[in-house]
């Protein structure tokens, strides 16, 4: 049983002929008349006493006449809340944003959620990609702040921005003598690097960049920390190097180990991930709007970006 087999026995109650009642349906009446036999043959009854003149509803067809017209009431309840709601900014929203966005991003972009969303109760969390996408699918959160693309087909990814990745060099580290805007990921061998522990995206677009899984080996330790901000410690006080995203950088602009890439710039590109499902679209759209309007403008406006993939040295799949 289907609802469009539904509306055409609404429609032949309604015109009591199937001529007419094709008509208004806008099908033919061969293909009016099918639909319903196909459903008769279903209920082992008929619908209409086609003897009578004009055309009448046996005592089966009354009964699924009426439960058609309760289906469509309800139906049409529905859409009408879902219209409702697609428009509605307050309510409880679930929001998951990656470890290596959320401390620069957050605090440019919240100050403007709470002042245009007054009404809009927000949950933040800190979830790795691996993380996020599982608890999206089961819809454990809503929205997700991430770097894409992805490579699951069950999740619709709204892009919001590209965001460049700057080097952080020792003032003792060879590429420090290289001027910003010349350096090239030559420049930042791979024994020299540190970087972020196994499970982190950026992780994977930093051994990209250095394709090659040795790291480290040139300053006596080897460490994979979970925070970017300890990177950048260790390698003001003991060497070496690693790579921090672009709005980490423009937290403190005139540091001295801050070095940027020739063109094009490896960049991620950062967006919303939602629920292919997910109907608050005037929310995700005002999102959208003030996730972008945080950030500069020439993260958002078409650049040479060289945007990194997410696969790892080997090619295979990265754990996000």
Same mark, same amino acid.
């Given at each position: 049983?289907?609802?469009?087999?539904?509306?055409?026995?609404?429609?032949?109650?309604?015109?009591?002929?199937?001529?007419?009642?094709?008509?208004?349906?806008?099908?033919?009446?061969?293909?009016?008349?099918?639909?319903?036999?196909?459903?008769?043959?279903?209920?082992?009854?008929?619908?209409?006493?086609?003897?009578?003149?004009?055309?009448?509803?046996?005592?089966?067809?009354?009964?699924?006449?009426?439960?058609?017209?309760?289906?469509?009431?309800?139906?049409?309840?529905?859409?009408?809340?879902?219209?409702?709601?697609?428009?509605?900014?307050?309510?409880?929203?679930?929001?998951?944003?990656?470890?290596?966005?959320? #401390?620069?991003?957050?605090?440019?972009?919240?100050?403007?959620?709470?002042? &245009? +969303? @007054?009404?809009?109760?927000?949950? %933040? /969390? $800190?979830?790795?990609?691996?993380?996020?996408?599982?608890?999206?699918?089961?819809?454990?959160?809503?929205?997700?702040?991430?770097?894409?693309?992805?490579?699951?087909?069950?999740?619709?990814?709204?892009?919001?921005?590209?965001?460049?990745?700057?080097?952080?060099?020792?003032?003792?580290? #060879?590429?420090?003598?290289?001027?910003?805007?010349?350096?090239?990921?030559? &420049? +930042? @061998?791979?024994?020299?690097?540190? %970087? /972020? $522990?196994?499970?982190?995206?950026?992780?994977?677009?930093?051994?990209?960049?250095?394709?090659?899984?040795?790291?480290?080996?040139?300053?006596?330790?080897?460490?994979?920390?979970?925070?970017?901000?300890?990177?950048?410690?260790?390698?003001?006080?003991?060497?070496?190097?690693?790579?921090? #995203?672009?709005?980490?950088?423009?937290?403190?602009?005139?540091?001295?180990?801050?070095?940027?890439?020739?063109?094009?710039?490896?960049?991620?590109?950062?967006?919303?991930?939602?629920?292919?499902?997910?109907?608050?679209?005037?929310?995700?759209?005002?999102?959208?709007?003030?996730?972008?309007?945080?950030?500069?403008?020439?993260?958002?406006?078409?650049?040479?970006?060289?945007?990194?993939?997410?696969?790892?040295?080997?090619?295979?799949?990265?754990?996000?």
């Amino acid at each position: 049983m289907t609802l469009q087999q539904l509306k055409y026995v609404q429609a032949v109650a309604r015109e009591r002929h199937f001529g007419r009642a094709a008509e208004a349906c806008r099908v033919s009446q061969s293909t009016l008349s099918m639909q319903i036999k196909k459903l008769e043959s279903l209920l082992g009854s008929p619908l209409f006493d086609r003897t009578a003149s004009p055309l009448a509803l046996t005592t089966v067809g009354s009964r699924v006449l009426q439960t058609a017209q309760n289906m469509t009431v309800e139906l049409d309840d529905l859409a009408a809340w879902l219209t409702q709601s697609t428009e509605r900014l307050d309510g409880k929203l679930t929001m998951a944003v990656l470890p290596t966005i959320a #401390p620069a991003l957050l605090p440019r972009v919240m100050p403007a959620v709470t002042a &245009h +969303l @007054p009404q809009l109760g927000i949950q %933040l /969390l $800190e979830r790795t990609t691996a993380d996020m996408v599982a608890q999206l699918s089961k819809g454990a959160i809503d929205v997700g702040i991430l770097s894409t693309p992805l490579d699951v087909a069950k999740l619709r990814t709204v892009p919001l921005y590209m965001e460049p990745l700057h080097a952080y060099v020792h003032p003792d580290h #060879p590429s420090a003598n290289i001027p910003s805007g010349q350096l090239e990921a030559k &420049h +930042l @061998p791979p024994e020299s690097m540190l %970087l /972020l $522990e196994e499970g982190h995206c950026f992780r994977a677009q930093a051994l990209q960049m250095c394709a090659s899984e040795e790291r480290g080996c040139q300053l006596g330790y080897r460490c994979e920390s979970g925070s970017i901000e300890t990177l950048k410690r260790l390698v003001r006080e003991s060497g070496g190097c690693t790579l921090i #995203p672009g709005l980490e950088a423009l937290a403190n602009p005139d540091d001295v180990h801050l070095r940027t890439f020739c063109s094009p710039e490896p960049a991620r590109e950062i967006s919303l991930v939602v629920r292919p499902n997910w109907h608050r679209e005037a929310l995700l759209h005002e999102l959208k709007t003030l996730l972008t309007e945080a950030v500069p403008r020439a993260y958002r406006h078409t650049k040479p970006y060289r945007r990194l993939s997410w696969e790892n040295v080997s090619g295979q799949a990265h754990r996000r």
